[in-house]
């Protein structure tokens, strides 16, 4: 997934783990892996932000990577880079983690906390 | 005058809120083991409190970054989860030890059974988790946690041998008992620098939305409240030391860390040092709880925070109450919670480099912190109380072994 360049390594360190904070300024997930193109030898793009616990086992060990796909069992979603609108401490989306159908389980475990302040 | 006193606040707040169940009772044990000779221990723990405090604070206010965000992204996905695992069970663990103490603190004061009051104080910690905002449940526990200073009137009314308490200051080679020493040395430290309160400390941080004009509150607040809540530890060992030590007594109980108070002032004493007791762990156990919770949210992106709405940050708050309960299982299978303080110290320590490590890499890190990476003076601690924690870690769990869970 991510080639061998010390420019891509920058970005990976700087981009890899930190929060997806989605256009209403809520936490809605992780940089869990990037997804990057390019030809050989040429420049290489981050095309996308993939998102999701189905991403994790990709960053074990190869030696622990099927535990971990059995343990992180979920989707992934892959963030196309135009919906990033920045990123400092985190990476801020252009739209929010509805629209995009992650963090769904701070909704649906929500409603049970409906009309509860802080 | 405003940004006095609320510095002065924030102080006493660090200052009552300092001690756990576990200064409370690795200081009282150590003090009616040895004395004042392992007051040295405490002293090497509370300035890596405040190394680390320090630094953990400066990179919220700075990043904008919580400990175990860090944590993921300095130590890798796989080494962050085994310190996000071991964290967790940790928090846990130590809540329990926290609620048991709070239960058993209680029945000293109420006529009824421990499984009722224990269910009490989980009921009680729950309500105030999740009702009281969090700046009252800081300054609420934290101001009445200092009723502990009784400890530092009685040290100081005791009138021990003044020339043999400085003595304690300085490392010393015990005459026998060289692994119950030693167990203690790793037991003060470790429970001077117990992960979950950096993990909370931070998170609070964040949640406060520190920048870096906040970074002088931030050292103050370490150096200062934390350095007078290390008096109250060795208060604690003096107290022991003076009252327990002659008659070759080790407390196994809370009732008896309060009766020391008791012996110099006499039922007010122990008053005051059994609602500072019940205030500090009810404090403590509020601060696991929340520890334990903000770790995991924080390691997979969920939104946390006591300060955004339940349905917001469901759930942060669904992990906070499943720690709860999870640590009143475990308390009242019957378990004792001073032994689970002792084995919750000692697994912490464990984990301790995997904790600072990242902080310290982070906060040198001149990409990260810009102009308010560490100085020279921050670096040099750094490193070297990770070297104090990683021979901590390894000597850990041996020395439980070999001390039969420190009872020699």
Known sequence: ?118 | LSKFFSIALGILAAIGGFVDIGDLVFNTQAGAEFGFQLIWAVIVGVIGIVVFSEMCGRVAAVTGRPVMDVVRQRLGFGAGLLTLIGSVLLSVLTLGAEVGGLALVLELFFDAPYATLLVGAVFGIGLVSWFMPFDWIERVFGYAGLCLLVYLVSAIDLSPDWGNVADGFVPSVPGSSVALYAYFVVGLIGAALMPYEVYFFSSGGVEERWTPKDLTLNRVNSIVGFSLGGLLSISLMVVAGVVWHPLGVSPEMIGTVALGANVPLGELGLIFALIGIGFAVSGAAIDTAFSAAYNVAQFFGWEWGKYREKRIASRFNAAWLVSLAVAYVIVSTGVDPIQLTEYSVVFSAVILPLTYLPVLLVARDRTFMREYTNGRIANFFGWLYLAIIVVVAIAAVPLLIATNGGGG
Request: proline fraction near 4%; include cysteine; glycine fraction near 14%.
């Open chain 1, 1 to 118: 997934m991510m080639s061998e360049g010390r420019e891509q390594i920058d970005l990976a360190y700087r981009l890899l783990d930190l929060d997806l904070v989605d256009s209403d300024g809520i936490r809605c997930g992780k940089v869990d892996d990037l997804v990057i193109e390019g030809d050989p030898g040429g420049p290489a793009y981050v095309v996308a932000i993939r998102t999701g616990i189905g991403a994790l086992p990709a960053r074990f060990a190869p030696w622990l990577r099927a535990v971990g796909k059995r343990v992180f069992r979920g989707n992934t979603t892959d963030i196309p880079s135009g919906q990033v609108e920045d990123f400092d401490s985190a990476v801020h989306l252009n739209t929010t983690a509805e629209q995009l159908g992650i963090a769904s389980g701070d909704r649906r475990l929500g409603r049970l906390f409906e009309g509860e302040s802080g």
